[in-house]
C-alpha cells in the first residue's frame, strides 16, 4: 500500500467530510454562497419550478461552491509556498482564482434570474 493511499472508500469519505467542515468552519465566502444556495433552492420551490430547472439551479450553485472551495485550496497552497510574503505572481494567481468564483457566481445569478422572472411571469398571466 502505498504511503498515503486511504484504506477504504468510507475512510475517503471521512476525509473529504472533514475538508468540507473546515471549509465552512474557516472560509465566511463559502458560508454565504451557500447561504444564497439555499435561498435560491427554497425560492425555487415556492415557485414550484420544474425538475429541469431545479437541477439546473442545483447545478448553477454547486459550481459556485466547488469554484469556491477550489480558490480556497489555491489560496492555502500560494500562502504556503510563499510562507506570507508578499509576491507579484501570488497576487496575479490568487486574483484569477478569485475571478473564476465571481465568473461563476455572475453565471449562477444569472441561471436564477431567467429561470425566476420566466416564473414569475408565468405566475402573472394565471
Known amino acids: 500500500m502505498k504511503k498515503f493511499q486511504s484504506r477504504s472508500f468510507m475512510r475517503s469519505a471521512l476525509f473529504a467530510l472533514n475538508g468540507l467542515r473546515l471549509a465552512f468552519k474557516s472560509e465566511r465566502n463559502f458560508r454565504k454562497h451557500l447561504v ?7 425560492v425555487a420551490v415556492v415557485l414550484k419550478v420544474s425538475i429541469i430547472e431545479f437541477c439546473l439551479l442545483i447545478f448553477a450553485n454547486a459550481q459556485v461552491l ?4 477550489f480558490n480556497s485550496v489555491f489560496e492555502f497552497i500560494v500562502d504556503a509556498y510563499y510562507k506570507g510574503r508578499w509576491a507579484k505572481l501570488a497576487k496575479l494567481a490568487k486574483d484569477i ?4 468564483v465571481l465568473f461563476s457566481a455572475v453565471i449562477s445569478v444569472l441561471i436564477a434570474s431567467l ?11 394565471q
Open 115 to 125: 429561470i425566476f422572472a420566466n416564473r414569475v411571469y408565468l405566475l402573472y398571466l
Open 36 to 42: 444564497i444556495a439555499t435561498i435560491v433552492l427554497s
Open 66 to 69: 466547488v469554484c469556491e472551495l
Open 97 to 100: 482564482a478569485a475571478g473564476a
